[in-house]
């Protein structure tokens, strides 16, 4: 089955654009998440991902990427679906939040274990 995550993102980015409201995006930035660090505030980053904001937006079932500017220089973002909390409008604070998920732990098997005489 495909994740909804994505779905659910893409369709509340679309409606906040669509009011001509400013998306904003809650992110816990882990290891896997690219992004500059000076930007991370109380564990998390909130970025703007307005078209005006950003560059080359690409998303799918996975992730989020895009260039942009921080302090006048160029930056690379790239966020797993995994770690965005939140997509919300800057000027209503309407949006949808997410539980944040987990990293999968393989799945522990029962040893094959047999008794022998």
């Known amino acids: ?36 660090t000076s930007a991370i505030v109380d564990g998390n ?5 307005s078209a005006n904001s950003i560059r080359a937006f690409i998303m799918d079932e996975e ?11 160029d930056e690379i973002i790239c966020i797993p679906m995994a770690n965005i909390l939140a997509i919300y409008s800057k000027e209503t604070a309407l949006g949808m939040a997410f539980e944040e998920d987990e990293p999968e732990e ?6 094959n274990l047999r008794v022998v005489h």
């Open 63 to 73: 992730s989020i990427e895009f260039n942009t500017k921080f302090a006048g220089k």
């Open 45 to 49: 980053i909130v970025l703007n991902i």
């Open 106 to 111: 393989p799945v522990k098997q029962k040893p």
């Open 1 to 36: 089955m495909k994740p909804l995550k994505p779905h659910l993102f893409k369709a509340v980015l679309n409606w906040i654009v669509e009011n001509d409201w400013t998306p904003y995006i809650l992110v816990r930035p882990r290891k896997e998440v690219i992004c500059p």
